[in-house]
């Protein structure tokens, strides 16, 4: 008889979001239908944790009726309403569309649970996943024509992270636990090894590629980050961090600008003209936990940091050692689960992360749903969650598509 799978353990399915049929119901809604399966009487009624120092909310925002957005943008162009009063109109115009998404079309390709997932720069259908085995799946959900699937190593061969070639598409850089750092095209082919640690006990866990200053940097589980130009030359190779380098990332509009995390608990930021080793850090951020991501906002002001337990942090460029806010948020580590980072929206002012639901966390009730949670990145109030039944796993990995850059307010967003 086969061995039943923990719940943790089961693969991650990467979803794809639509607006919901008159059936479909809100994580409120199907709530209290999940407390009746398991125990007679009413609970106690659900508190949400987004008691944001910033603001001290209890529960998802409810948004205000959506005004015209040609009537803001008209106002706007007679000079009667500020810019950042249109791109509030916006936001809120998306937000009420996205409280209604549901599942579009789902994928179970891998055998093992998905660590990685990035968006084509170009094409807002298209979207490219890694699994713990090492494989790698490019889907156009847009289309009926097969995947494309790059097989493993298995074991050992998790890919940590991947990014689109941004000079040619049909590309992509890849850091594995396979213990490279790579780029390779859809046909598998291995066009350049970037990093290769050349022993099983140092493996790659992040990457980034800049495409204007022609830079890729990638971090090791030994706290080492190595720069190198897009011809594979080695800039410089230092020891960063005392432990594993969780997350690397260049600041999208000052691409000198380089953000690290790591599990030694700090987010530490550099110049890249200045490094001279582990002690020339801009600035080192110290977290209460390990930190799964350090990320950018996309015009490059505001850094946004995971920890392992249940802390997400908005830094400001105005004071980079100390956080803007911080969001009491569910997302433990797990051994057997992929860690959970938040991202920002390539548009708005907005920040997604999945839940993973903590009975020791603060405002945790019983039977709380496994949601992606929808923040305000000024605020840092939670403003949607979204839901659905036909996949109630915990999603780990969640990042808005860009498409959102080419049609603002459409709600053709995906997960």
């Known amino acids: 008889m086969a061995p039943k799978k923990r719940p943790e353990t089961q693969k991650t399915s990467e979803i794809v979001l639509r607006p919901r049929n008159k059936r479909s119901r809100s994580p409120r809604e199907l709530e209290p239908e999940a407390k009746k399966l398991c125990a007679k009487g009413s609970g106690p009624s659900r508190r949400c944790d987004s008691d944001c120092l910033w603001a001290g909310l209890a529960g998802p925002q409810i948004l205000p009726p959506c005004r015209s957005i040609v009537r803001t943008l008209h106002q706007h162009k007679l000079g009667r309403a500020s810019w950042p009063s249109v791109q509030q109109g916006l936001q809120q115009s998306?937000?009420?569309?996205?409280?209604?998404?549901?599942?579009?079309?789902?994928?179970?390709?891998?055998?093992?649970?998905?660590?990685s997932l990035a968006w084509h720069p170009t094409h807002p259908s298209t979207v490219a996943v890694g699994s713990k085995g090492g494989d790698i799946l490019l889907w156009n959900f847009g289309i009926k024509d097969k995947p494309t699937f790059?097989?493993?190593?298995?074991?050992?061969?998790?890919?940590?992270?991947?990014?689109?070639?941004?000079?040619?598409?049909?590309?992509?850089?890849?850091?594995?636990?396979?213990?490279?750092?790579?780029?390779?095209?859809?046909?598998?082919?291995?066009?350049?090894?970037f990093a290769s640690s050349d022993t099983i006990n140092i493996?790659?866990?992040?990457?980034?590629?800049?495409?204007?200053?022609?830079?890729?940097?990638?971090?090791?589980?030994?706290?080492?980050?190595?720069?190198?130009?897009?011809?594979?030359?080695?800039?410089?190779?230092?020891?960063?961090?005392?432990?594993?380098?969780?997350?690397?990332?260049?600041?999208?509009?000052?691409?000198?600008?380089?953000?690290?995390?790591?599990?030694?608990?700090?987010?530490?930021?550099?110049?890249?003209?200045?490094?001279?080793?582990?002690?020339?850090?801009?600035?080192?951020?110290?977290?209460?936990?390990?930190?799964?991501?350090?990320c950018f906002s996309p015009d490059g002001a505001r850094l946004l940091t995971t920890d392992q337990k249940s802390e997400i942090r908005v830094y400001s460029a105005s004071q980079w050692d100390c956080p803007l806010g911080l969001i009491p948020h569910p997302h433990r580590?797990?051994?057997?689960?992929?860690?959970?980072?938040?991202?920002?929206?390539?548009?708005?002012?907005?920040?997604?992360?999945?839940?993973y639901p903590d009975p020791n966390f603060k405002s945790c009730t019983?039977?709380?749903?496994?949601?992606?949670?929808?923040?305000?990145?000024?605020?840092?109030?939670?403003?949607?969650?979204?839901?659905?039944?036909?996949?109630?796993?915990?999603?780990?990995?969640?990042?808005?598509?860009?498409?959102?850059?080419?049609?603002?307010?459409?709600?053709?967003?995906?997960?």
């Open 366 to 415: 019983p039977y709380e749903l496994r949601t992606i949670d929808v923040f305000d990145g000024n605020s840092g109030k939670m403003m949607c969650q979204l839901y659905d039944p036909e996949s109630s796993g915990i999603s780990s990995v969640t990042t808005f598509s860009f498409g959102a850059r080419r049609k603002p307010g459409h709600g053709n967003e995906r997960h």
């Open 94 to 115: 998306f937000l009420h569309t996205l409280d209604s998404y549901r599942i579009l079309q789902k994928a179970a390709p891998f055998d093992r649970r998905a660590t």
């Open 150 to 193: 790059i097989k493993g190593i298995g074991a050992g061969g998790s890919i940590t992270g991947l990014k689109f070639n941004p000079l040619n598409t049909n590309q992509f850089y890849a850091s594995s636990m396979e213990g490279t750092t790579r780029l390779q095209d859809f046909k598998g082919n291995i066009l350049r090894v």
């Open 203 to 294: 493996w790659f866990c992040s990457l980034d590629v800049s495409a204007s200053s022609r830079m890729v940097v990638t971090g090791d589980n030994v706290g080492n980050v190595i720069l190198l130009n897009m011809d594979g030359k080695e800039l410089w190779n230092l020891r960063m961090h005392k432990k594993k380098v969780t997350h690397v990332a260049l600041n999208p509009c000052c691409d000198w600008f380089l953000a690290t995390a790591s599990v030694d608990q700090t987010v530490k930021i550099w110049d890249l003209r200045q490094v001279r080793g582990k002690a020339s850090f801009l600035y080192s951020l110290p977290h209460r936990h390990p930190v799964n991501a350090a």
């Open 333 to 355: 580590h797990f051994q057997h689960l992929t860690p959970i980072k938040a991202a920002w929206h390539p548009r708005y002012n907005l920040i997604v992360v999945g839940r």
